[in-house]
């Protein structure tokens, strides 16, 4: 394999994980603070325009639409995850609508939402709001003039808790968690974010 070759490869797998956020815990540390990850939901990188990333308006944070999930218990007969997933008003989902799918030591197991708790948060920013519309059309010629001011707008998050859990008990050494929304999508490459914990 040459430079190049390598050199794409590192690129390709790089661009390819930026959906998929994953950390390594020791088995006592499942449940802790220790076993929380976070992340954005985005398209793949294959997208047209390449990677899409969920945004927020004007000057508000990013991360307050940040997703985070905490590997919560490795039991003999189930594995759960406490989930928090915040999204704009307008891509809200409940989380069972997000598909949530468990790979757990590389065998794919649908997952089941429990305790789900919705917050709605409203933050406040600076746009611009429409005034003063005027058109004129003449035999020869278009006139089209906009006028704009400052206003307050506000960016709606709908913030959803809960815990997901598969039947599918431990030890184990390997546990992801997919979260794909059904509908947002960019030319059928979904938004979507993965989870995953390596144990030992």
């Keep these: 394999m040459n430079k190049l070759s ?12 930026r959906t998929r956020v994953e950390t390594t815990i020791r088995p006592d540390l499942i449940g802790s603070k220790y076993a929380r990850v976070t992340g954005y939901m985005a398209t793949r990188a294959a997208a ?7 945004e927020t308006p004007g000057d508000i944070q990013h ?7 905490t590997l919560a218990r490795v039991t003999p007969s189930e594995t759960c995850v406490d989930v928090v997933v915040r999204t704009a008003r307008v891509h809200d989902e409940p989380l069972e609508q997000l598909a949530p799918t468990f790979e757990i ?4 197991i649908k ?4 305790n789900e708790v919705v917050t709605v948060l409203d933050y406040n920013f600076m746009g ?21 001011e400052p206003a307050e707008k506000i960016f709606r998050v709908v913030e959803r808790r809960g815990t997901v859990c598969a039947p599918h008990g431990g030890p184990v050494k390997e546990v992801a968690l997919d979260l794909t929304h059904p509908y947002w999508n960019v030319a059928d ?12």
């Design 6 to 17: 390598v050199m794409v490869l590192v690129v390709s797998v790089a661009a390819c994980s």
């Design 48 to 54: 047209p325009g390449g990677r899409h990333t969920e």
């Design 63 to 69: 991360d307050v639409i940040r997703d985070e999930a």
């Design 105 to 108: 030591d590389g065998k794919e």
């Design 111 to 114: 997952a089941i939402v429990e």
């Design 128 to 148: 611009r709001v429409e005034t003063v519309s005027v058109e004129g059309v003449a035999a020869s010629s278009y006139l089209g003039m906009t006028v704009t």
């Design 189 to 200: 490459y979904n938004y979507h974010l993965v989870f995953a914990w390596k144990i030992g």
